[in-house]
């Protein structure tokens, strides 16, 4: 079952919708179109009781407000283009620079999480759909980009990306949610419990630009390949948490075949009880622990603090254009990009 309600107006005078997505055991998701968003999602802990398990904000101004993407669908391009431009069948292409000064960061100013996406509702999913014109953010190219969101009865949130455009551009889509499962009023994610299928990371350097190495995870902080608590290492004297301020990485996932649908990462709650296993076609995700979040007002009038939500944010490796030996992000005219991410919940003792 599919609940609407107004969330409000935007700037421009357009109306946005809440869209309640409602499971048999009573668990929702709740998607705005207003950047495609999760603006919420209450999953059963280990007593029964429900918890909104993603930070968010009450109001719709604070969504137009905002940098800090919560659940907001990114795109063109997650994550930074170092000097925001490319080269792309011999032509150069300039983007936003809303980063540092010096990278484009998650599609420019006006990213698809400030966008208002056209809305269609089956049973238990919300599809959202957007066309990006050519030259948005300054990418090449008229997009069509549809983004549909699935809540099913065993707690899965399928997140599927589908996008073609008219002319070569290039496309790496996510989605930006900040997840606590002891509740986004919880003050931290760090005392949660990660394991990772990722025996690589990708290291930047002091403006977050990836270096182009692809280093072991093994024997470094970055290792989640067993179960570990998310703060035992963060303070580590290593210079990749240094240069930013606690994990903000892309993690290489280990994979059977290219685009293959497989479990990368699971995250336990040893609080609530609540567990969320993350299965993907992406080769990758930018592991993100809220470092910047700062005295944010959030749903409920909670403030969020550093650390309160930690990012999974599935994707192709950021900046392949400049690191052309990474997985292509190019798609080409009248060709489909597809994405699916599933963020699957349950609760033990
Ligand atoms: C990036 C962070 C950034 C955050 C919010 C994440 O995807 O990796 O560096 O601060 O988004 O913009």
Same mark, same amino acid.
């Given at each position: 079952m599919v609940n609407i309600t107004k969330f409000g107006t935007t700037k421009e005078g357009l109306p946005a919708e809440l869209y309640e997505i409602v499971n048999s055991d009573g668990a929702r998701a709740v998607v705005s179109d207003y950047g495609a968003t999760l603006v919420s999602l209450y999953i059963r802990d280990k007593d029964g009781n429900f918890k909104d398990v993603v930070l968010g904000y009450d109001a719709l101004s604070d969504y137009e407000n905002s940098d800090s993407y919560f659940g907001g669908t990114i795109g063109r391009c997650a994550n930074r283009l170092r000097y925001g431009e490319f080269i792309l069948n011999g032509e150069e292409y300039t983007l936003d620079i809303n980063d540092n000064g010096i990278n484009s960061l998650h599609g420019g100013y006006e990213g698809f999480n400030k966008k208002c996406w056209a809305t269609s509702v089956e #049973? *238990?999913?919300? %599809? $959202?759909? +957007? @066309?990006? &014109? !050519?030259?948005?953010?300054?990418? &090449?190219? *008229?997009? @069509?980009?549809? @983004?549909?969101?699935?809540? %099913?009865?065993?707690?899965e949130l399928k997140i599927s990306y589908l996008a073609q455009s008219d002319a070569d551009t290039i496309v790496n889509l996510t989605n930006h949610s900040y997840f606590n499962l002891d509740g986004h009023d919880s003050e931290t994610c760090l005392d949660a419990e990660l394991c990772v299928n990722a025996p690589f990371y990708l290291p930047v350097n002091e403006y977050s630009q990836l270096t182009g190495e692809i280093r072991k995870c093994e024997g470094t902080p970055f290792d989640f390949s067993s179960p570990k608590v998310i703060g035992k290492d963060i303070e580590v004297d290593d210079i990749q +948490?240094?240069? %930013? *301020?606690?994990?903000?990485? %892309? +993690?290489?996932? !280990?994979?059977? !075949?290219?685009?293959? $649908? #497989?479990? /990368?990462? !699971?995250?336990?709650? +040893? *609080?609530?009880? @609540? /567990?969320m296993e993350v299965y993907t076609t992406e080769p990758s995700a930018q592991f993100y622990t809220g470092n910047y979040i700062n005295n944010e007002k959030g749903k409920g009038g909670v403030l969020y603090s550093k650390h309160q939500g930690i990012c999974f944010e599935t994707q192709l490796f950021p900046d392949a254009m400049h690191n052309t030996f990474f997985p292509s992000p190019i798609l080409k005219k009248g060709e489909k990009y597809t994405s699916l991410t599933t963020y699957k919940f349950y609760a033990v003792r």
């Open positions: #049973e *238990n999913a919300v %599809t $959202f759909s +957007l @066309i990006s &014109p !050519e030259f948005d953010g300054g990418y &090449p190219g *008229n997009l @069509i980009v549809t @983004i549909r969101y699935e809540f %099913t009865d065993d707690n +948490l240094r240069l %930013t *301020n606690g994990y903000d990485h %892309t +993690l290489v996932f !280990e994979k059977s !075949e290219r685009g293959a $649908f #497989e479990k /990368c990462a !699971e995250l336990k709650s +040893l *609080n609530s009880g @609540i /567990c």
